[in-house]
Protein backbone atom coordinates (compact mmCIF):
# COMPACT_ATOMS: atom_id res chain seq x y z
CA UNK A 1 0.00 0.00 0.00
CA UNK A 2 1.29 3.73 -0.90
CA UNK A 3 -0.22 6.78 0.53
CA UNK A 4 -0.12 9.94 -1.39
CA UNK A 5 -0.73 13.10 0.43
CA UNK A 6 -2.15 16.17 -2.02
CA UNK A 7 -2.37 19.60 -1.39
CA UNK A 8 -6.38 20.19 -1.05
CA UNK A 9 -9.40 18.32 -2.09
CA UNK A 10 -9.02 19.47 -5.37
CA UNK A 11 -5.41 18.27 -6.66
CA UNK A 12 -6.98 14.85 -4.87
CA UNK A 13 -9.81 14.67 -7.27
CA UNK A 14 -7.76 15.88 -10.35
CA UNK A 15 -4.92 12.78 -9.14
CA UNK A 16 -7.92 10.59 -9.10
CA UNK A 17 -9.55 11.22 -11.78
CA UNK A 18 -6.59 10.84 -13.91
CA UNK A 19 -6.26 7.38 -12.82
CA UNK A 20 -9.57 6.67 -14.11
CA UNK A 21 -8.75 8.60 -17.56
CA UNK A 22 -5.33 6.82 -18.30
CA UNK A 23 -6.87 3.29 -17.40
CA UNK A 24 -9.43 4.29 -20.30
CA UNK A 25 -6.81 5.26 -22.32
CA UNK A 26 -4.65 1.90 -22.13
CA UNK A 27 -7.38 -0.37 -21.71
CA UNK A 28 -10.79 0.95 -23.25
CA UNK A 29 -13.37 -2.24 -22.12
CA UNK A 30 -11.58 -1.18 -18.40
CA UNK A 31 -14.20 -2.70 -15.33
CA UNK A 32 -14.59 0.48 -12.82
CA UNK A 33 -16.10 0.19 -9.44
CA UNK A 34 -16.97 3.40 -7.55
CA UNK A 35 -18.22 4.10 -4.45
CA UNK A 36 -20.54 7.32 -4.08
CA UNK A 37 -20.53 9.66 -1.46
CA UNK A 38 -19.27 13.36 -0.97
CA UNK A 39 -15.31 12.23 -1.07
CA UNK A 40 -15.77 11.25 -4.93
CA UNK A 41 -17.61 14.15 -6.25
CA UNK A 42 -14.79 16.01 -7.21
CA UNK A 43 -13.44 13.34 -9.13
CA UNK A 44 -16.68 12.24 -10.97
CA UNK A 45 -16.80 16.03 -11.85
CA UNK A 46 -12.90 15.86 -12.89
CA UNK A 47 -13.20 12.83 -15.34
CA UNK A 48 -16.18 14.44 -16.75
CA UNK A 49 -14.12 17.51 -17.75
CA UNK A 50 -11.18 15.80 -18.83
CA UNK A 51 -12.89 12.97 -20.92
CA UNK A 52 -14.30 16.06 -22.28
CA UNK A 53 -11.50 17.71 -23.21
CA UNK A 54 -9.33 14.87 -24.24
CA UNK A 55 -12.52 12.66 -26.23
CA UNK A 56 -12.00 9.71 -24.07
CA UNK A 57 -14.61 6.86 -25.10
CA UNK A 58 -15.71 5.46 -22.07
CA UNK A 59 -18.47 3.50 -24.08
CA UNK A 60 -16.54 -0.06 -23.75
CA UNK A 61 -16.13 0.37 -19.94
CA UNK A 62 -18.16 -1.20 -17.52
CA UNK A 63 -18.85 0.34 -14.36
CA UNK A 64 -19.87 -1.13 -11.18
CA UNK A 65 -21.46 0.83 -7.52
CA UNK A 66 -19.83 -0.02 -4.94
CA UNK A 67 -22.67 -0.27 -2.79
CA UNK A 68 -26.69 1.11 -2.00
CA UNK A 69 -28.93 2.27 0.68
CA UNK A 70 -31.90 -0.89 0.84
CA UNK A 71 -35.34 0.39 0.56
CA UNK A 72 -34.18 3.67 -1.02
CA UNK A 73 -35.62 4.15 -4.04
CA UNK A 74 -33.56 5.17 -7.46
CA UNK A 75 -35.45 8.76 -7.93
CA UNK A 76 -34.67 9.47 -4.33
CA UNK A 77 -31.54 11.96 -5.24
CA UNK A 78 -29.82 10.53 -1.71
CA UNK A 79 -29.31 7.00 -3.09
CA UNK A 80 -26.21 6.28 -4.89
CA UNK A 81 -28.01 5.20 -8.02
CA UNK A 82 -28.96 9.00 -8.24
CA UNK A 83 -25.37 10.10 -7.46
CA UNK A 84 -23.35 7.79 -10.12
CA UNK A 85 -26.58 9.02 -13.36
CA UNK A 86 -26.24 12.91 -12.00
CA UNK A 87 -23.01 13.19 -11.66
CA UNK A 88 -21.49 10.49 -14.27
CA UNK A 89 -23.63 8.25 -16.16
CA UNK A 90 -25.36 10.72 -17.97
CA UNK A 91 -22.47 13.30 -18.24
CA UNK A 92 -20.25 10.51 -20.06
CA UNK A 93 -23.69 9.66 -21.71
CA UNK A 94 -22.84 6.05 -20.45
CA UNK A 95 -25.51 2.88 -22.01
CA UNK A 96 -27.61 0.87 -19.07
CA UNK A 97 -25.86 -2.20 -20.31
CA UNK A 98 -22.31 -0.92 -18.97
CA UNK A 99 -23.67 -0.31 -15.77
CA UNK A 100 -24.02 -2.61 -12.75
CA UNK A 101 -25.58 -1.45 -9.45
CA UNK A 102 -27.65 -2.83 -6.98
CA UNK A 103 -31.58 -3.02 -6.80
CA UNK A 104 -32.09 -1.70 -3.57
CA UNK A 105 -35.55 -2.17 -3.66
CA UNK A 106 -35.15 -5.98 -4.44
CA UNK A 107 -37.31 -8.69 -3.05
CA UNK A 108 -34.39 -11.17 -2.85
CA UNK A 109 -31.27 -9.30 -1.84
CA UNK A 110 -29.28 -12.52 -1.89
CA UNK A 111 -29.97 -13.21 -5.36
CA UNK A 112 -29.00 -9.10 -6.17
CA UNK A 113 -25.58 -9.96 -4.52
CA UNK A 114 -25.26 -13.36 -6.87
CA UNK A 115 -25.70 -11.29 -9.73
CA UNK A 116 -23.40 -8.43 -8.74
CA UNK A 117 -20.67 -11.31 -7.74
CA UNK A 118 -21.18 -13.18 -11.25
CA UNK A 119 -20.81 -9.38 -13.25
CA UNK A 120 -17.57 -9.50 -11.54
CA UNK A 121 -16.49 -12.98 -12.55
CA UNK A 122 -17.56 -12.41 -15.99
CA UNK A 123 -16.05 -9.27 -16.57
CA UNK A 124 -12.36 -11.40 -15.34
CA UNK A 125 -12.73 -9.09 -12.41
CA UNK A 126 -12.27 -5.31 -11.23
CA UNK A 127 -9.57 -3.46 -12.76
CA UNK A 128 -9.95 -0.34 -10.30
CA UNK A 129 -12.19 0.10 -7.79
CA UNK A 130 -12.23 3.81 -6.00
CA UNK A 131 -13.57 3.71 -2.45
CA UNK A 132 -14.07 6.07 0.21
CA UNK A 133 -13.93 5.50 3.97
CA UNK A 134 -16.98 6.17 6.81
CA UNK A 135 -15.60 7.87 9.76
CA UNK A 136 -15.96 4.04 11.66
CA UNK A 137 -13.55 2.68 9.28
CA UNK A 138 -16.14 0.89 6.67
CA UNK A 139 -15.57 0.91 3.06
CA UNK A 140 -19.02 0.76 1.18
CA UNK A 141 -21.16 -0.97 3.40
CA UNK A 142 -18.21 -3.44 5.01
CA UNK A 143 -18.93 -2.24 8.45
CA UNK A 144 -16.29 -3.05 11.30
CA UNK A 145 -16.01 -6.59 12.59
CA UNK A 146 -17.60 -7.84 8.91
CA UNK A 147 -15.50 -10.94 8.10
CA UNK A 148 -13.09 -9.73 5.28
CA UNK A 149 -13.39 -12.78 3.07
CA UNK A 150 -17.09 -11.92 2.21
CA UNK A 151 -18.01 -11.38 -1.90
CA UNK A 152 -21.36 -9.16 -1.98
CA UNK A 153 -23.78 -9.26 0.62
CA UNK A 154 -26.72 -7.28 2.70
CA UNK A 155 -25.82 -6.13 6.08
CA UNK A 156 -27.92 -4.55 8.81
CA UNK A 157 -25.70 -1.06 9.33
CA UNK A 158 -24.37 0.63 12.72
CA UNK A 159 -25.79 3.70 13.63
CA UNK A 160 -23.24 6.06 13.14
CA UNK A 161 -23.40 4.71 9.56
CA UNK A 162 -27.13 5.89 9.44
CA UNK A 163 -26.96 8.54 11.60
CA UNK A 164 -24.30 10.07 9.00
CA UNK A 165 -25.85 8.85 6.03
CA UNK A 166 -28.50 11.20 6.56
CA UNK A 167 -26.48 14.10 5.38
CA UNK A 168 -27.11 12.78 1.29
CA UNK A 169 -31.02 12.81 2.23
CA UNK A 170 -33.52 15.84 1.78
CA UNK A 171 -35.50 14.48 5.00
CA UNK A 172 -34.86 12.43 7.19
CA UNK A 173 -34.52 9.13 6.33
CA UNK A 174 -34.88 5.81 7.43
CA UNK A 175 -31.86 3.65 6.66
CA UNK A 176 -31.53 0.18 8.19
CA UNK A 177 -29.68 -1.97 5.76
CA UNK A 178 -27.35 -1.73 3.26
CA UNK A 179 -25.89 -3.67 -0.04
CA UNK A 180 -22.40 -4.13 -1.02
CA UNK A 181 -19.14 -4.99 -2.45
CA UNK A 182 -17.24 -6.99 0.11
CA UNK A 183 -13.79 -7.21 1.14
CA UNK A 184 -12.67 -9.81 -1.16
CA UNK A 185 -13.60 -8.22 -4.09
CA UNK A 186 -11.74 -5.32 -2.69
CA UNK A 187 -8.57 -7.37 -1.98
CA UNK A 188 -9.07 -9.21 -5.77
CA UNK A 189 -9.10 -6.07 -7.29
CA UNK A 190 -6.38 -5.29 -9.66
CA UNK A 191 -6.12 -1.97 -8.27
CA UNK A 192 -7.80 0.10 -5.15
CA UNK A 193 -7.39 3.41 -4.49
CA UNK A 194 -8.98 5.28 -0.84
CA UNK A 195 -9.65 8.42 -1.08
CA UNK A 196 -10.44 11.08 1.73
CA UNK A 197 -10.52 14.13 2.63
CA UNK A 198 -10.81 16.88 5.50
CA UNK A 199 -10.48 17.13 8.81
CA UNK A 200 -12.83 14.61 9.99
CA UNK A 201 -11.52 11.67 8.45
CA UNK A 202 -7.70 12.79 10.05
CA UNK A 203 -8.50 10.26 13.01
CA UNK A 204 -9.74 7.27 10.98
CA UNK A 205 -6.98 7.62 8.37
CA UNK A 206 -4.27 7.91 11.19
CA UNK A 207 -6.28 4.10 12.33
CA UNK A 208 -6.64 2.94 9.18
CA UNK A 209 -2.98 2.98 7.88
CA UNK A 210 -0.92 3.36 10.76
CA UNK A 211 -2.37 1.01 13.17
CA UNK A 212 -2.57 -2.82 13.17
CA UNK A 213 -4.63 -4.61 10.60
CA UNK A 214 -8.16 -5.63 12.29
CA UNK A 215 -11.42 -6.67 11.18
CA UNK A 216 -12.53 -3.64 13.52
CA UNK A 217 -11.24 -1.00 11.37
CA UNK A 218 -12.15 -2.77 7.90
CA UNK A 219 -10.00 -0.10 5.92
CA UNK A 220 -6.96 -1.28 7.81
CA UNK A 221 -7.47 -3.96 5.29
CA UNK A 222 -6.07 -1.46 2.69
CA UNK A 223 -2.58 -2.11 3.81
CA UNK A 224 -2.37 -6.05 2.94
CA UNK A 225 -3.29 -5.06 -0.76
CA UNK A 226 -0.15 -5.62 -3.44
CA UNK A 227 -1.60 -2.51 -5.31
CA UNK A 228 -3.53 -0.33 -3.07
CA UNK A 229 -3.17 3.35 -3.20
CA UNK A 230 -4.41 5.89 -0.14
CA UNK A 231 -5.28 9.49 -2.16
CA UNK A 232 -5.50 11.89 1.14
CA UNK A 233 -5.74 15.63 1.63
CA UNK A 234 -3.30 17.58 3.92
CA UNK A 235 -5.72 17.80 6.47
CA UNK A 236 -7.07 14.14 6.24
CA UNK A 237 -3.05 13.57 6.83
CA UNK A 238 -2.62 15.84 8.99
CA UNK A 239 -2.27 13.08 12.06
CA UNK A 240 0.18 10.67 10.46
C1 LIG B 1 -20.96 5.84 3.08
C2 LIG B 1 -20.85 4.82 1.94
C3 LIG B 1 -19.43 4.60 1.50
C4 LIG B 1 -18.72 5.93 1.47
C5 LIG B 1 -18.54 6.38 2.91
C6 LIG B 1 -17.92 7.76 3.01
O1 LIG B 1 -21.73 5.34 4.12
N1 LIG B 1 -21.47 3.57 2.21
O2 LIG B 1 -19.39 3.95 0.25
O3 LIG B 1 -17.46 5.79 0.86
O4 LIG B 1 -19.74 6.30 3.65
O5 LIG B 1 -18.77 8.74 2.49
P1 LIG B 1 -18.33 10.23 2.19
O6 LIG B 1 -17.43 10.18 1.02
O7 LIG B 1 -19.63 10.94 1.88
O8 LIG B 1 -17.66 10.73 3.41
Known amino acids: MEVKVFK ?20 NDAVICFASGNTPLGTCQWIVKKAMTEKIDFSKCSFIGLD ?10 GSCRFFFYENLFKPLQM ?17 E ?5 NVVAEKRGIDLMIVGIGINGHIGFNEPGVDPNLLSYAIDLHESTKAV ?12 QGITLGLDHLMN ?5 LMANG ?32 FIDEEAASLL
Open 189 to 193: SKKVI
Open 165 to 176: GQKYFTGATELA
Open 199 to 230: KSKSEVIKKAIKESVTEEMPASIMQKHKNGFV
Open 95 to 111: ADAQIFLFDALATDLNN
Open 113 to 117: CRKMD
Open 68 to 77: EWVGISPDNS
Open 8 to 27: DYDELSQQAADEVINLVKQK
